[in-house]
């Protein structure tokens, strides 16, 4: 006997505490099963069997451990023993189980609120920014319409051969495509499969087989997802197409390569890989000889319904029905830039998502060391007057950072007022977003000059966010002389609306254009309110366009002969005040000598 107990009751005890963490796993692993087997459960659950699996095992064998103790060593034992053990260690186990439940409660509560987070906030950006990568790849690479008018010819030749009683080998599994082959977006290969996105060998290396990694997410299934009908498994293995992928393009030469190195040659890295891959982008789409890519160029490479999608993503296309080098260049420096702005902020957030769980981990283990002390006893009403008094020790102390966290955290993860990339403006100075934490956020200035900011302090300022903001207007004040006569002004106007309207990718259409003020009743001020087709987060490329409009308001007032000038003032002199010295010159006004000659 042991603690006179029997000792083969403690055996028992010992084999439940072995085996029933095999148990525990293979309940688990069965469960898991059922749900990766069934496809609705899998889509909506699986996320988070994964994340709480190890915790519910650690219930279902601290359970299991506890049942067992329970019937081994009831309370008949433990008045007949009069051991005050058996209560100890029935007190203990408890203190273990709440333990655990606390923790999967608090697993599976930053689960859900970190995947409704990501869903509400980057579900959109990240939605555009995959399309965009498959309008790239599919661009520049072969048209679909001649591989599949191609695979047509070889198989009519194929068909002649064998009526005309020629033998031919059997064809190999990948000599005839039932199918023309499509884009596996970020891969920079072409796959005898439906449009994936994230099957890149970067990208499936990511997720494990078991969560699907392998499996892709077709393009058309893509275009049907939104917040509401996406699942949180589904929305993981979307940022991490985004944060560990780049933008790539295929490349005809290296479809048939598998190595890294190749994978790298198709990535676009930089700016001016971008404008680089624009370039042979437009080779590749538009005729022969043409300057434009037009909307049936797009035909040949994807649907139509893709193709009208696809148009609408360049500026101006929606109108002119085309589009220019220029044009197609800035998309895909534009698409760069957010591609990477988007997994900067994916990485950042995530980041600020972990140091998250390791406060609520802190917290929580504080919360879960009081209700052991209430389980086994120990909070007496003395022990409870120490612990308060080195609390409030703790709050004087501690009571300002952890209200700092506080707000950091609900500026963060509530408010979210801006992410990384975007340009904001803060007591009156322009700065982009350079990186997120929980309690600073790193800004750059205009001339690259890194300013740090407390959240804190963040949470009690307005912020502007141009990324975040509509088409923006601009203001352009000039000023002509009051007597610039009316039909000049009129003439003035048109030249500007005209130049205006003619530029549909740049401006809407008709500005208003007012006299704002006089000034000194010799100059007239003219005040016009353009309204960009963009938001003032690219500022170069809203000073270019501003710098446009302002020579052609230039060149039209040169044209009309505007020019803001004195004009001559009649003075009359009644007299003249005689001189403090005798005039030495001798040379005196023409009407003088008129006047003494009569």
């Avoid at 600020?352 to 006893?377: C, E, F, M, Q």
Wanted: glycine share 4%; net charge positive; proline share 5%.
């Amino acid at each position: 006997k042991l603690w006179n107990l029997a000792l083969w009751k403690w055996e028992v005890m010992v084999l439940v505490l072995i085996c029933g963490r095999l148990v525990s796993s293979w309940i688990v692993k069965l469960f898991v099963y059922f749900v990766e087997s069934n496809f609705l459960l899998r889509k909506r659950v699986l996320y988070f069997v994964y994340g709480i699996r190890k915790a519910v095992q650690n219930c279902i064998w601290l359970g299991l451990v506890l049942i067992a103790w329970h019937f081994l060593f009831d309370k008949k034992i433990e008045r007949e023993t009069k051991s005050t053990v058996l209560m100890y260690v029935t007190k203990v186990l408890v203190c273990l189980l709440v333990a655990v439940i606390f923790w999967l409660i608090k697993t599976l509560l930053v689960k859900v609120l970190a995947s409704s987070f990501h869903m509400s906030t980057y579900f959109d950006r990240i939605q555009e920014s995959l399309f965009t990568q498959y309008v790239i790849e599919t661009l520049s690479g072969p048209p679909r319409v001649e591989i599949h008018m191609e695979e047509e010819k070889v198989a009519n030749d194929v068909k002649t051969l064998e009526m005309a009683g020629a033998k031919l080998s059997p064809p190999g599994p990948m000599a005839v495509s039932p199918s023309p082959p499509q884009v596996t977006i970020g891969s920079g290969r072409l796959q005898k499969i439906p449009s994936r996105v994230g099957k890149s060998p970067v990208l499936s290396r990511s997720g494990s087989k078991k969560e699907g990694g392998d499996e892709g997410i077709r393009i058309d299934h893509l275009q049907r997802m939104n917040t509401k009908n996406v699942s949180a498994w589904k929305m993981k293995r979307l940022m991490n197409v985004i944060r560990k992928g780049t933008l790539s393009t295929l490349d005809e030469q290296i479809q048939d390569t598998t190595t890294q190195e190749d994978d790298k040659a198709t990535q676009i890295r930089s700016e001016f890989e971008a404008k680089l891959a624009a370039r042979k982008i437009f080779q590749n789409v538009a005729e022969p000889g043409s300057r434009y890519i037009y909307i049936e160029d797009f035909m040949r490479f994807l649907s139509e319904d893709e193709s009208e999608r696809a148009m609408s993503l360049f500026e101006g296309a929606s109108e002119s029905h085309k589009i220019s080098k220029s044009c197609l260049k800035n998309w895909v420096v534009n698409a760069f830039r957010e591609r990477r702005a988007l997994a900067l902020t994916l990485n950042d957030t995530k980041t600020a998502v972990n140091r998250l769980h390791r406060i609520i981990d802190v917290l929580v283990s504080i919360v879960i060391i009081i209700i052991w002390l209430l389980i086994l006893g120990i909070a007496t009403t003395k022990f409870l007057l120490v612990l308060s008094s080195q609390l409030l020790l703790v709050v004087f102390v501690f009571g300002n950072s952890c209200k700092t966290i506080f707000e950091a955290v609900i500026f963060v993860f509530v408010m979210h007022p801006f992410d990384v990339g975007d340009r904001c403006e803060i007591d009156g100075v322009q700065m982009v977003v350079e990186e997120m934490n929980i309690l600073t956020t790193v800004f750059l200035r205009f001339d690259n000059q890194k300013i740090v900011y407390p959240n804190s302090l963040l949470g009690n300022k307005p912020i502007a966010n141009y990324y975040r903001s509509p088409d923006m207007q601009d203001t352009i004040e000039f000023f002509v002389h009051i007597v610039t006569p009316p039909e000049k002004i009129t003439a003035l106007k048109q030249r500007i609306l005209s130049y205006v309207d003619n530029k549909k990718d740049h401006w809407h259409p008709s500005p208003m254009i007012v006299f704002r003020d006089m000034f000194g009743l010799n100059s007239v001020k003219i005040a016009m309110w353009p309204t960009h087709k963009m938001n003032h987060q690219d500022m170069g490329e809203r000073f270019v366009r501003r710098s446009q409009l302002l020579e052609e308001i230039g060149r039209a007032c040169r044209d009309l002969d505007i020019e803001y000038r004195l004009y001559p003032l009649n003075i009359n002199i009644k007299s003249i005040p005689p001189p403090a010295t005798p005039i030495i010159s001798d040379r005196i006004p023409p009407s003088w000598n008129q006047q003494r000659n009569a």
